[in-house]
């Protein structure tokens, strides 16, 4: 890396990519790219320094990112192959990789705490960076999501040995990891437009347990399919909320408040207060909790930093919460996690009507779990159904919205519409608590949502 003076991003405006953006700009590089779309997260980094364009033309790209031999080229697995500008670097001699690389070379020299799963990893990774970021152990961290104690992805220390990293198994990116310690919060499968079977699912987490470093330790969520192939010298390690080497004991819930005892292996800290009080968040917090206790923050630490998390953006994200109305938004966009998202909701909400607002994403999701969605999503009191969000993917025939609303579980009240309708259905009857879930485009109505909801 000592030769890159400009670092250009093929989909800049990712999650994941804005961390990378972040931390060549803090070394002092030039950096630009190219996204699809403005959003407000690529508008931030414009902000910050970073130059960058919305439309595919080799003519845009700044001069600075022009030189092989001193410009790095990082893309994303979203962009399709036939991307005019991926290609003018790929056939024109530069270093091009996968954003995964770059993160797998940049976390290399230090001790890499990795957060992978289907599900849980965003929320469990910042949550351990905050737990460590707030301890005399300190850390690095590339998030998928933005922290909202921090208000980004990209947490940065001069002096700790640790980063913390979110490991994503879509194209099985993971497999550039080399961790000397990481949670599995859920195998279940997913990404079958990658992966084919839920065989290779499972074994792309195998393979990627065979990558923690000697000397190190995997934390796996008690009950999960997947076979651990750990090198020798590598700590096992189960954790859940029930059992395992660390777990919750005396969990209470009520008052809109979660408080648990953890117990490890060698200590137990009393009276843990989760500062994002969903019952999902008991099983994350105690893998972030592990995950900071095994790299050496104090018990007194962890147990004052777990009750200031303040959470990460559209990950059980409260954006309205009074005594007549409760508007949040949730990132889940496979079964687990709405069914997951469902039972943490009506657990706060018994006494309440729950809508849930949901924008499929992807065809491919959508074609191989669509039954599994539905059975989900009938755990709700309504659901309103919009269509997919297509993200990467070009339409499949016969796979929309329609067969996720066919399967919704008979009786129920239920809506399919297109999702620039969903705020008239609003207006027409007020909802006590509702909930957005989805990694599409249906956030950028919650504002709105939100309004009406006031009003």
């Not at 790929?90 to 070379?105: C, I, M, N, P, T």
């Not at 990209?154 to 497999?175: C, G, K, N, Q």
């Not at 039972?343 to 999701?365: C, G, M, N, W």
């Not at 608590?433 to 990694?439: D, F, I, K, S």
């Amino acid at each position: 890396m000592e030769n890159v003076k400009s670092v250009y991003f093929v989909g800049a405006g990712g999650i994941g990519m804005s961390a990378l953006i972040r931390y060549f700009l803090s070394k002092g590089l030039f950096v630009a790219g190219y996204d699809r779309t403005s959003s407000a997260l690529t508008e931030k980094l414009i902000e910050e320094g970073a130059l960058i364009h919305y439309e595919d033309n080799v003519a845009l790209i700044p001069e600075e990112c022009k030189v092989p031999t001193t410009t790095l080229v990082v893309y994303t697995p979203a962009i399709p192959a036939e991307h005019t500008e991926l290609t003018y670097f790929r056939q024109g001699g530069f270093d091009v990789e996968k954003r995964a690389q770059v993160l797998g070379r940049l976390t290399r020299s230090s001790k890499g705490l990795c957060v992978a799963g289907t599900h849980g990893k965003t929320t469990t990774s910042t949550m351990a960076a905050h737990l460590l970021h707030e301890s005399h152990v300190g850390c690095n961290a590339f998030l998928g999501g933005i922290s909202k104690n921090y208000e980004s992805n990209l947490l940065l220390s001069s002096t700790s040995p640790y980063t913390v990293i979110e490991a994503d198994e879509f194209d099985r990116s993971f497999h550039h990891l080399t961790p000397w310690i990481s949670v599995i919060t859920a195998t279940d499968p997913d990404h079958l437009d990658i992966y084919g079977t839920k065989e290779a699912y499972l074994e792309s987490f195998r393979h990627y347990t065979s990558l923690i470093r000697p000397g190190g330790a995997l934390i796996i969520h008690e009950g999960l399919e997947v076979q651990p192939n750990v090198q020798d010298g590598v700590t096992i390690y189960t954790y859940s909320r029930e059992c395992g080497d660390f777990h919750a004991e005396n969990v209470r819930i009520g008052n809109g408040e979660i408080y648990f005892d953890f117990v490890a292996p060698d200590t137990r800290i009393n009276d843990v207060q989760l500062g994002v009080p969903v019952s999902i968040n008991i099983d994350n917090g105690i893998a972030a909790m592990a995950l900071a206790h095994l790299s050496g923050a104090t018990d007194e630490e962890i147990h004052a930093a777990m009750k200031t998390f303040s959470g990460v953006d559209r990950r059980f994200d409260f954006k309205l919460k009074t005594s007549q109305a409760v508007l949040l938004t949730d990132y889940a966009h496979h079964p687990a996690e709405v069914a997951q998202s469902a039972k943490s909701i009506k657990e706060l909400y018994r006494d309440k009507k729950v809508t849930a607002i949901f924008q499929p994403h992807l065809y491919t999701r959508t074609r191989d779990f669509y039954r599994e969605f539905a059975e989900s999503l009938s755990a709700f009191d309504e659901v309103i159904l919009t269509d997919i969000y297509p993200a990467r993917e070009q339409p499949i025939p016969g796979v929309t919205s329609q067969l996720i609303y066919d399967c919704l579980r008979p009786g129920m009240e239920k809506t399919l519409c297109k999702k620039e309708e969903v705020l008239s259905l609003l207006r027409k009857t007020p909802r006590q608590v509702v909930v957005v879930l989805g990694a599409g485009d249906m956030d950028l109505f919650v504002p709105q949502i939100m309004e009406i909801m006031k009003q």
